[in-house]
């Protein structure tokens, strides 16, 4: 008679990730954060704690913290005796962003060029971009964008320009976001970004630089105020 010999396997622990332990205000702020980066609480609105207690099913008190933090970050501002509110572009802010941004992407560019730096992660997104714009996915196109985007900051491998990236990121996220919404054609936000990878690919400096300008120009072609207070 032959015995089997059993193997025991030992469960690989680290497989299992651990619970995060997130404080709740920081769950309402980064609730309360995608709700106004999306527009789904749309500029100038106010934010009252009753209500979005209420909503977000918690007390008040991790909802006066979340708006603090949010105040911080530069989405909410103080109404002397109304409250607070989320805080409306002004039409020097946009252009000030987007002439920021043309800055940091076109050095991004210039940077990923000279180094012959791999741009299959952009491919990737534009991919993302193509297939969210074919079923006419807002969110996903907006989501692929925004990874493009900063995908682009990160393979120019310059530390201070990430960091002054991550600055305007907020607004720059809110502002694409708008864009988006407004023009609402994502086959053509889509078909914006293959080009700029292509002349990046073909070491084309000069054509890189124009198409990434033109790009990012195009937040200059929104109407300021139909988008701020």
């Known amino acids: 008679m032959v015995i089997a010999k059993l193997t025991v396997v030992e469960p690989d622990h680290n497989d299992i990730a651990p619970i995060e332990n997130v404080p709740l205000r920081i769950q309402v702020a980064d609730r309360l954060r995608k709700a106004i980066l999306s527009g789904k609480l749309p500029l100038g609105s106010s934010l009252v704690e009753t209500t ?5 099913n918690v007390s008040r008190a991790p909802i006066r913290e979340a708006i603090q933090i949010l105040e911080n970050d530069g989405l909410v501002e103080t109404i002397a005796y109304k409250g607070k509110r989320v805080k409306p572009l002004t039409i020097r802010e946009v252009g000030e962003v987007y002439s920021l941004r043309e800055i940091y992407e076109v050095m991004a560019v210039q940077r990923i060029i000279k180094s012959h730096t791999s741009v299959d992660v952009l491919h990737q997104h534009c991919d993302e971009m193509t297939a969210a714009a074919k079923v006419n996915n807002f969110a996903a196109l907006t989501a692929a ?18 960091s002054s990236w991550k600055n305007l990121y907020l607004r720059i996220h809110q502002i694409m976001a708008i864009r988006n919404r407004e023009q609402r054609n994502l086959a053509e936000v889509a078909s914006n970004h293959p080009p700029i990878v292509q002349a990046i690919e073909a070491n084309d400096a000069k054509l890189a630089v124009k198409l990434i300008t033109n790009h ?5 072609a929104l109407d300021p105020t139909s988008i701020v207070k």
């Open 52 to 56: 979005l207690a209420e909503q977000l």
């Open 145 to 162: 964008d925004e990874a493009f985007h900063h995908a682009l900051i990160a393979l120019a491998d310059h530390n201070l320009l990430m």
């Open 216 to 220: 990012t120009r195009i937040l200059a």
